[in-house]
């Protein structure tokens, strides 16, 4: 049996489906630490983390980048399903929006009264925090 070259991804979120296509492997922030899943992976169900998900193309066809918010990733041999909160391309981010996000979880960090409170703002700034990431990461490919 010959092996599989690629796998199909689906990246959607509530709003819209933001990736449909081929890729010969993703990375991604699963909820214990980073995932890489190729071709014919072990079927696996998981949480995913505020940050990256990068879809490597056939044929050096480059990168695709999109930023989630967190979700679920349901893997099976031939299709990758990423279910996001929120899901953004990564042409698509906006940095002065990411850096007013996470100046505004940083004071609502520093001004929390209640646990709930906290929790939030804590979540607010991981998800800024890593949209930032994202962005640093498309520049540095840019550049490079």
Same mark, same amino acid.
């Given at each position: 049996m010959a092996q599989a070259k690629t796998i199909h991804v689906?990246?959607?979120?509530? $709003?819209?489906? @933001?990736?449909?296509?081929?890729?010969?492997f993703v990375a991604l922030p699963g909820e214990s630490g980073e995932l890489g899943i190729y071709p014919l992976h072990t079927p696996l169900i998981t949480r995913i983390r505020p940050g990256s998900v990068r879809i490597r193309l056939p044929d050096d066809g480059g990168e695709e980048?999109?930023?989630v918010a967190?979700?679920?990733l349901d893997v099976q041999p031939d299709v990758v399903t990423v279910l996001a $909160?929120?899901? @953004?391309?990564?042409?698509?981010?906006?940095?002065?929006?990411?850096?007013?996000?996470r100046k505004q979880a940083q004071e609502a960090l520093a001004n929390s009264t209640?646990?709930?409170?906290?929790?939030?703002?804590?979540a607010e700034l991981a998800e800024a925090i890593a949209q930032l990431q994202a962005i640093n990461r498309l520049r540095e490919r840019h550049r490079g």
């Open positions: 689906d990246v959607v979120s509530a $709003e819209e489906e @933001i990736f449909s296509g081929e890729a010969e980048l999109v930023f967190g979700g679920i $909160e929120t899901a @953004i391309r990564g042409r698509d981010l906006d940095e002065a929006k990411a850096s007013e996000a209640g646990r709930i409170d906290y929790a939030k703002a804590q």
